[in-house]
């Protein structure tokens, strides 16, 4: 079946370094999506990219997706205490409706 | 707009038991999926009810159903429980427009945590 694969599994960095996320699908993707899952909470939407090669900016968070539609990043500059949480990429893959999550990145921060 | 409400939070059970959740999607959506999160297994795709009919189904054993009704809530009934279905699971609505390329975000109740003891 479809698999979405998700590294690192874990990362800790200081307050004030950069954190990058790695999603890759072993099919082509129509979509990508992004959650964050803070600690006791529930997964909250980030944002979605739709189009080869396409990139989108939220402050500080930098998201792209692949021009073969199969691997995603998240990349967060100078990180906080804020961005404490676990990220979860979400890919849906061509022709299906189905969301397949990945196991998602646990995200801590040393202030 | 009120968000996607669960319940209940919390339920403890006993192995071989029955359980049943509910879930209230966002006014207007008509998509309802369900995933189980665990520790070690991340987010697993349990299935997705569109209008009253199910639409997509994850990996799981026929222990786990589910339903929507008109108004859109959706149930989920796990049969027989294991200790291994200890797990938050969670519901997730969306506009879920049928046929659409790309169905758009999720938003995600807080879950209903069930033990299995």
């Known amino acids: 079946g479809q698999q979405v694969m998700q590294i690192p599994q874990y990362q800790h960095v200081q307050e004030g370094e950069d954190f990058t996320t790695y999603c890759n699908s072993s099919t082509t993707l129509s979509n990508i999506q992004w959650y964050k899952q803070r600690p006791g909470g529930h997964p909250v939407f980030l944002i979605q990219?739709?189009?080869?090669?396409e990139v989108k900016k939220q402050k500080r968070l930098t998201f792209q997706f692949g021009e073969a539609k199969k691997n995603s990043s998240l990349h967060i500059t100078a990180t906080q205490t804020t961005d404490v949480g676990t990220y979860f990429c979400?890919?849906?893959?061509?022709?299906?409706?189905?969301?397949?999550f990945g196991q998602g990145t646990r995200l801590t921060i040393n202030p | 707009k009120a968000g996607v409400t669960q319940t209940p939070r919390y339920l403890i059970k006993t192995r071989g038991q029955q359980v049943t959740l509910s879930c209230s999607p966002i006014s207007g959506h008509r998509s309802v999926s369900w995933y189980q999160q665990t520790p070690g297994q991340g987010l697993q795709f349990l299935f997705e009810y569109f209008s009253e009919t199910q639409r997509n189904k994850g990996n799981f054993p026929g222990r786990f159903s589910g339903r929507q009704f008109s108004n859109s809530r959706s149930e989920m009934n796990v049969s027989t429980l294991e200790l291994g279905d200890s797990a938050l699971y969670l519901c997730?609505?969306?506009?879920?427009?049928?046929?659409?390329?790309?169905?758009?975000?999720?938003?995600f109740g807080p879950g209903t945590r069930l033990t299995v003891l």
């Open positions: 990219l739709v189009k080869s090669g």
């Open positions: 979400a890919g849906r893959v061509q022709g299906a409706q189905k969301l397949v």
């Open positions: 997730a609505s969306s506009s879920g427009l049928a046929g659409g390329p790309s169905i758009g975000e999720q938003f």
